[in-house]
């Protein structure tokens, strides 16, 4: 995916998971480029941003992230096993409150440990502080 595409679908995607904040109408107007074809993360905003396609179950970025999208692959198609080995290298990439997104229709495997539903409804997950874990 470009970083143009994975952009523009962040700003779609988002409001639509229910992920809009009391701030959000602020960061639209601030945050945005207008223009009569749609609107653009100003480039201040989407040059740190970087889009990476890989093979999850081989590989996997050594960052950490804020953001992690994994629809309709991992929960839908991979066996139980496979399921939590996957989730248990996506939660190790995951800051703390860090939100893991995942299809609407999918369910995570049982232990996961870690990750509260933001919006279970939408799919979105964030990962708990090991304070809270805890406990």
């Given at each position: 995916m470009?970083?143009?595409?994975?952009?523009?679908?962040?700003?779609w995607?988002?409001?639509?998971?229910?992920?809009?904040w009391?701030?959000?109408?602020?960061?639209?107007?601030?945050g945005?480029?207008?223009?009569?074809?749609?609107?653009?993360?100003?480039?201040?905003?989407?040059?740190?941003?970087?889009?990476v396609?890989?093979d999850?179950?081989?590989?996997?970025?050594?960052?950490?992230?804020?953001?992690?999208?994994?629809?309709?692959?991992?929960?839908?198609?991979?066996?139980?096993?496979?399921?939590?080995?996957?989730?248990?290298?996506?939660?190790?990439?995951?800051?703390?409150?860090?939100?893991?997104?995942?299809?609407?229709?999918?369910?995570?495997?049982?232990?996961?440990?870690?990750l509260i539903?933001?919006?279970?409804?939408?799919?979105?997950?964030?990962?708990?502080?090991?304070?809270?874990?805890?406990?």
């Amino acid at each position: 995916m470009k970083d143009a595409e994975g952009v523009h679908f962040l700003q779609w995607c988002l409001p639509k998971l229910g992920l809009i904040w009391p701030g959000y109408r602020k960061v639209q107007r601030q945050g945005f480029d207008h223009t009569a074809e749609g609107s653009l993360i100003k480039a201040e905003f989407r040059e740190p941003v970087t889009f990476v396609e890989q093979d999850i179950r081989h590989t996997m970025p050594r960052e950490s992230f804020h953001l992690i999208l994994c629809r309709y692959l991992v929960f839908t198609y991979f066996d139980a096993p496979l399921q939590g080995k996957t989730l248990q290298h996506v939660q190790e990439r995951m800051r703390v409150g860090g939100a893991l997104v995942i299809g609407r229709d999918e369910r995570l495997p049982g232990g996961e440990l870690g990750l509260i539903p933001w919006s279970q409804k939408a799919g979105v997950y964030r990962r708990a502080s090991p304070a809270i874990v805890a406990t």
